[in-house]
């Protein structure tokens, strides 16, 4: 190996390695706290892997055929990852999670019937298989691009700025592949590697310098968005889901669960939902789940449960003894001893009056 191609491959790879990082860091580490960073997680962690494999295949070019096709497979979600990108940093809470799965589910559903064509056809499918995959490539880069220009018409254009700079730098790297696949450009896959590589790296110095006035307009944007409080219309449909799936998933009964467990499942963030809770209904995170585990407590009791008092307590979600009386003392204004007591009585009194 030259110099040259020496550092040729030092930039392609440690730009595929530095992607990758990032790109896991923001699918399983942040996980769903902020939907934007997962979809962007997995476009960094899908050109990663494309651009990792387009090295090894230019500088050792025996590799297995089926090397290739991996990095074209991984390649197949880029399109899809950008277009919910875009789509839920506009929309937000209002972004459809489920059906996004399942359009995932549906992608992965034809990339493993075409793939087994190819496992089936080898020969036949050699072409078509990339053929395939830069077409739907191509199909939702048109697709992002046009969805872009629908929402930031209704956005101010300084909040859309992060938005931009994926979609810009995701449609570069896509018109050098498309170049070099083509043949118009005759370095092959290194050089679509070295465009990742250059976009990465311009994409840290604009997004990531504190000093650059980028920051400080989105920082402004995201406090102002912040310290904005839920709309009356917005709050009562969040309430209404949040009540929905407390009810149906009972997630009180988890002694261990927290604000961020119940926002995912909200498909909201953790700010947005302690924002409802103490904005819109006057009430803290733990003051409304024990309300939930105190009336099911207070139903058990009633319908004269076969469990003990402290069984009680650890059924509805209490992780202690100790915290299930003192939370039940200061809800109900009473002990669950008095309380089941008290209803005894009053079902004592109840029976001699219908004598």
């Given amino acids: 190996m030259s110099f040259g191609q020496q550092i040729l491959f030092f930039f392609s790879a440690i730009g595929a390695f530095n992607g990758f990082l990032l790109g896991f860091y923001l699918l399983f580490v942040k996980k769903l706290k902020h939907i934007p960073d997962f979809f962007l997680g997995l476009i960094l962690l899908t050109l990663s892997i494309r651009v990792g494999i387009s090295v090894c295949i230019y500088f050792y070019p025996d590799c297995p055929r089926i090397i290739p096709h991996m990095g074209l497979s991984a390649l197949f979600f880029t399109g899809p990852a950008l277009l919910y990108y875009i789509q839920s940093s506009f929309l937000k809470e209002q972004f459809d999670l489920k059906n996004c799965r399942k359009s995932f589910g549906f992608l992965t559903l034809i990339l493993g019937i075409v793939g087994l064509l190819y496992v089936l056809f080898p020969i036949t499918w050699d072409t078509y298989f990339g053929t395939f995959i830069y077409a739907v490539w191509t199909i939702f880069v048109f697709l992002s691009v046009y969805n872009y220009y629908m929402y930031s018409k209704k956005e101010q254009r300084a909040s859309n700025r992060l938005i931009l700079s994926v979609l810009v ?173 008290s209803q005894m009585s009053t079902e004592t009194r109840f029976q001699s009056s219908n004598l």
């Fill in 169 to 341: 730098s995701n449609i570069i790297i896509f018109l050098a592949y498309q170049l070099i696949s083509t043949g118009w450009i005759q370095i092959y896959c290194a050089g679509g590697s070295l465009v990742f590589s250059f976009v990465l790296y311009v994409n840290f110095l604009i997004l990531f310098n504190k000093k650059h006035p980028f920051s400080s307009v989105e920082y402004k944007e995201a406090n102002k968005y912040s310290s904005k409080k839920i709309s009356e219309e917005l709050a009562d449909n969040f309430v209404s889901k949040l009540e929905r799936i407390m009810n149906t998933e009972a997630l009180y009964k988890n002694p261990n669960l927290k604000l961020s467990d119940v926002a995912v499942k909200m498909n909201i963030s953790a700010h947005q939902l302690s924002q409802l809770l103490n904005d819109n209904m006057g009430k803290s995170f733990s003051t409304y789940i024990n309300e939930y585990r105190i009336y099911e407590a207070c139903e058990k009791i009633e319908n004269g449960s076969y469990l003990k008092i402290e069984e009680i307590g650890y059924e509805v979600g209490f992780n202690s003894k100790s915290t299930f009386f003192s939370t039940f003392k200061k809800i109900k204004n009473t002990t669950p001893l008095l309380h089941k007591q």
